[in-house]
């Protein structure tokens, strides 16, 4: 009997290279009890890459005290049928199924995926409500929010995001009216985009300010394109930008997903080796200690990115790097970046 056609997965551009991960120097595990919760990783299964449970377990059980995490929309597990606004509720129902598997303690103390962040198109203005009480259904009570990525540059060399946004995407009257309806429903929305783009994250923010926005990768700078050398007067610009976001109560940011091929660090890739702790927490330290400056620890939360910032470093690596660079702070203040922001944010036990 022939076998029936199967839908064509995609490939990932960049996908971790697991025998040059494996030269990264093995470290000790700093503050190996501190509570963490990862609020930001990936599952996806691809035709050239496959992340699922057991790789999401594998990383955060290295060493870490990771005791649940959140996922984030990636386009995986999509709906093959349906209304086409429809169909991206798949991969809410695909996350609640690994919640639930990891729900049974038989992959580990690590609570996967017990916040759910999927994809609805914000254009749907008013109408996006409908699709969103979809994902509340099936999230069974771990949706807790969208991500619609707008990433969008004018250089043929920066690949825009995944959802082919217009220029000009957040000012659109319809995009607001449906950003509106996540706060209306106690949802959060995750702004995606690259770092020129800071400040329509920011009139966003003041057009709805009713709806929890989560700045993603400390606003994504770029290191890429016409942006590639130019690292100071990037982080110039950003920083300027940042402030002016963080003078918006609704917004908390990410620290983290500086590990991309797109980043001002991509260089990382490139060694012999993978980079140890301390030469992550160096380059890095500037730009996540001005995002914990403007907007204060209780709303900033540390993140994986994982496993796309996989391939510049190792989980076990990185979470040593993000100690490194939280050394400073106070207990209190270290509850709230690798953990308190996200619960409350997120609203999880």
């Not at 991206?88 to 729900?103: D, H, K, L």
């Not at 290191?223 to 990037?234: E, L, M, S």
């Not at 200690?289 to 907007?295: E, L, N, S, V």
Request: proline letters at 7%; glycine letters at 10%.
């Amino acid at each position: 009997m022939a076998h029936a056609p199967t839908v064509e997965r995609q490939r990932r551009a960049f996908v971790p290279d697991d025998a040059w991960l494996a030269k990264q120097a093995k470290e000790p595990i700093l503050e190996p009890d501190l509570p963490i919760v990862d609020p930001h990783h990936h599952l996806w299964d691809h035709a050239n890459h496959h992340y699922l449970l057991d790789e999401l377990v594998a990383d955060t059980g290295t060493g870490h005290n990771i005791t649940a995490t959140v996922y984030i929309d990636c386009r995986s597990m999509y709906r093959a049928d349906g209304p086409p606004e429809m169909k991206p509720v798949g991969e809410t129902e695909f996350a609640n199924g690994v919640a639930a598997m990891s729900a049974s303690g038989l992959y580990g103390p690590t609570r996967a995926c017990a916040g759910i962040i999927s994809y609805v198109d914000m254009t749907l203005g008013a109408r996006a409500r409908a699709v969103l009480e979809a994902h509340v259904a099936a999230g069974s009570g771990r949706f807790r929010g969208i991500r619609h990525s707008g990433g969008w540059d004018p250089s043929p060399d920066v690949r825009n995001a995944h959802t082919h946004p217009p220029q000009g995407l957040y000012g659109q009257a319809d995009y607001r009216e449906g950003v509106a309806q996540l706060g209306a429903l106690g949802l959060t929305y995750e702004a995606w985009q690259y770092h020129p783009q800071i400040k329509e994250v920011t009139a966003l923010a003041r057009a709805v300010p009713q709806t929890t926005m989560i700045l993603n990768h400390c606003g994504g700078p770029l290191g890429i394109g016409p942006y590639a050398g130019k690292t100071d007067a990037v982080f110039a610009t950003w920083k300027a930008d940042l402030a002016e976001l963080a003078r918006c109560p609704n917004v908390v940011v990410k620290l983290g997903g500086l590990g991309m091929d797109i980043g001002p660090f991509a260089d990382h890739m490139k060694r012999p080796a993978p980079p140890t702790a301390r030469e992550i927490a160096d380059p890095w330290g500037p730009w996540i200690k001005t995002c914990i400056d403007a907007f204060g620890a209780d709303r900033c939360m540390f993140e994986s990115n994982f496993p796309v910032d996989k391939i510049s470093t190792g989980y076990a690596v990185l979470w040593n790097a993000f100690k490194l660079m939280a050394a400073g702070a106070s207990a209190t203040e270290k509850t709230a970046l690798f953990s308190g922001t996200a619960k409350r944010v997120y609203r999880l036990s």
